[in-house]
């Protein structure tokens, strides 16, 4: 008798359309290499679908989810990879190293190649989660301020939102910025309130948390990767067969590859847009973009002891 493997995946941050796509993407890559005897349903759920259907309607949050995977509670999610960093694996903060990827291929080459693998792997050594590819939701970071300015430089002494990673507010202040950690969902609202008057963002996320509202002009910095990651309950996947784990390790590489692509894409409608709406877009000189990199060695040095020996330079030469 046949078996259907049941996967509920849940669907835990914002914008919604992102990461509910990639989860579809998955979905449709599995479709397309199960055999006639490999039967898998992925049950897409947001957080309050997963609450009514599956918690009683008690009400779970983003802060939530690993805990759930922990708990085999659920299957399969996307993370952010700071994320994965804070509560697992510090490897995967150096993903988030200033001016560290020089373009999308270059990313690919790490995230799919013996880095990539061997940082998903860790994460099995200690919890109950494994990671099975890198997404986007986000890809390369900008800045973006409710002025007009010019250069990097025009920031500093600036309050600016800063993703809440040691990383990201070192390389803040390394470029003499005054870091303001705070949600992505709040930039809007916060900037609105006056707590900050710029914040790091990537264009993907502008226009569906109405980022565009405060936003005069984008300094397409490219400073850092916003990845996130597929993932999996570890002791299911070791519930399954070698043939399904192996469907589905595939279908999650090529959605991997696939969801980034469309960050990519997206990305490019939202810098239009912003342009059609009267926004000005800056990219580095390379005069400005040298001077930067300079200036965040320094988060180089400081984190050097914090990853695994050779980590960075294999990521610097992959």
């Known amino acids: 008798m046949k078996q259907t493997t049941k996967i509920r995946w ?10 509910t796509r990639a989860a579809k993407d998955f979905q449709d890559h599995l479709n397309a290499v199960l055999t006639a005897d490999q039967q898998v349903e992925v049950e897409i ?7 009514q259907r599956y918690n009683n309607g008690i009400v779970v949050t983003k802060h939530d989810l690993l805990d ?40 690919t080459r790490v995230l799919e190649g013996e880095v990539g693998e061997t ?8 919890s109950n989660v494994r990671g099975l590819s890198f997404t986007y939701s986000g890809g390369f970071r900008q800045m973006i ?20 990673n040691p990383v990201a507010q070192a390389t803040f202040k390394a470029l003499g910025l005054d870091a303001v950690p705070s949600e992505l969902e709040e930039i809007r609202d916060n900037m609105l309130a006056g707590m900050f ?14 980022q565009n509202e405060v936003t005069k002009t984008v300094l397409d910095t490219e400073h850092s990767l916003f990845l996130t990651t597929m993932i999996i309950g570890d002791r299911f996947w070791e519930s399954l067969g070698a043939n399904v784990q192996a469907v589905i390790k ?10 980034r692509a469309e960050t990519i894409r997206d990305g490019e409608v939202a810098k239009q847009k912003l342009v059609a709406q009267g926004a000005t877009i800056k990219t580095l000189s390379a005069e400005e973009k040298a001077w930067a990199i300079e200036q ?12 695994t020996a050779g980590l960075v330079d294999k990521i610097k030469k992959s």
Request: glycine share 4%; no cysteine.
């Open 296 to 307: 965040t060695a320094v988060v180089y040095d400081q984190f050097r002891d914090t990853f």
């Open 145 to 164: 301020s409710n002025k007009e300015v010019s250069t990097l430089a025009d920031l500093v002494g600036t309050k600016q939102r800063s993703n809440r």
């Open 10 to 19: 849940v669907i835990a941050h914002e914008p919604l359309n992102l990461f």
């Open 197 to 210: 008057e710029g914040a790091e963002t990537n264009y993907p996320r502008i226009y569906p948390l109405g």
């Open 119 to 126: 940082l998903l792997a860790k994460l099995t050594d200690k």
């Open 250 to 259: 595939t279908a999650a590489i090529e959605a991997g590859r696939e969801e």
């Open 45 to 51: 759920m947001t957080l309050t679908e997963y609450s």
């Open 68 to 107: 759930l995977m922990e708990d085999g509670k659920i299957e399969m999610s996307q993370m952010y990879t700071t994320w994965l960093a804070e509560h697992y694996e510090n490897d995967f903060l150096a993903l988030d190293l200033p001016f560290l990827f020089t373009d999308h291929d270059h990313a």
